[in-house]
Structures are given as structure tokens and as C-alpha cells.
């Protein structure tokens, strides 16, 4: 089982980035993805997921109209685009596989996580 994330740098505020989570071991299909961030001194924060029972997206307030989740089942590859990007976005953000859970946006329901990519935004 892997998870490795990539796509993330330093961005100036109103930029964009795409990060991928690449994986192998699991069937996308069949489980749920999410993206989180954590920023220093800071719990980790659900941004946006994919849920495992349905495959319905959610995805926190602050992000909704900026952030989109996406899949490619035959790259076994998750994407995050982040658009209109501010300093408050900065962290570190981490992939997720949940295999069983309800509430995709809560990592205490994720099983297996990635090493994380930075993001930095500052002008």
C-alpha cells in the first residue's frame, strides 16, 4: 500500500496549484480519498473527500469555491486543484484513504496516510 502526494510550493496569493496523490494497493473505486491540510501549531483540517459509500463530494466552507477534488481511476490518482489561493492555506497537506468510514471530511475515519507536500502561500 502507497500513497505519495506531490504538486505543492510556494504560490502567491490568488495563484493555483494542482496536487496529485498518487496510490497503489487500493481500489479507488471502493474506498474513500480525502485531502487535509495542517498548518504549524494547528489540528489537522478535512478539506475536501470523496466518500467511500457513495462517492459524494464534501468539501469544508472555506474552500467550496475554490478547491476541487477529482479522481483518475486508471492512474489510481487523486487530484486536488486549489484556485484563488490565500495565505490561510498554507500547510501541509496529506492524502487519505478511509476504507469503512461516515464522515469523509473526519481523519480520525482515514486508515493509511501520505508523507504530505507543502504549500505555501505569500506574496
Known amino acids: 500500500l502507497q500513497i505519495v502526494e506531490s504538486g505543492g510550493g510556494l504560490v502567491q496569493p490568488g495563484g493555483s496549484l494542482r496536487l496529485s496523490c498518487a496510490t497503489s494497493?487500493?481500489?479507488?473505486?471502493?474506498?474513500?480519498i480525502g485531502w487535509f491540510r495542517q498548518a504549524p501549531g494547528k489540528e489537522r483540517e478535512g478539506v475536501a473527500c470523496?466518500?467511500?459509500?457513495?462517492?459524494?463530494?464534501k468539501a469544508v466552507d472555506s474552500v467550496k469555491d475554490r478547491f476541487t477534488i477529482s479522481r483518475d481511476n486508471t492512474k489510481n490518482t487523486v487530484y486536488l486543484q486549489m484556485n484563488s489561493l490565500k495565505p490561510e492555506d498554507t500547510g501541509l497537506y496529506y492524502c487519505?484513504?478511509?476504507?469503512?468510514?461516515?464522515?469523509?471530511?473526519?481523519?480520525?475515519?482515514?486508515?493509511?496516510w501520505g508523507q504530505g507536500t507543502q504549500v505555501t502561500v505569500s506574496s
Open positions: 487519505g484513504i478511509s476504507m469503512m468510514g461516515t464522515n469523509c471530511l473526519n481523519s480520525g475515519d482515514y486508515e493509511e
Open positions: 494497493g487500493f481500489e479507488l473505486d471502493l474506498v474513500g
Open positions: 470523496l466518500s467511500v459509500h457513495d462517492h459524494s463530494v
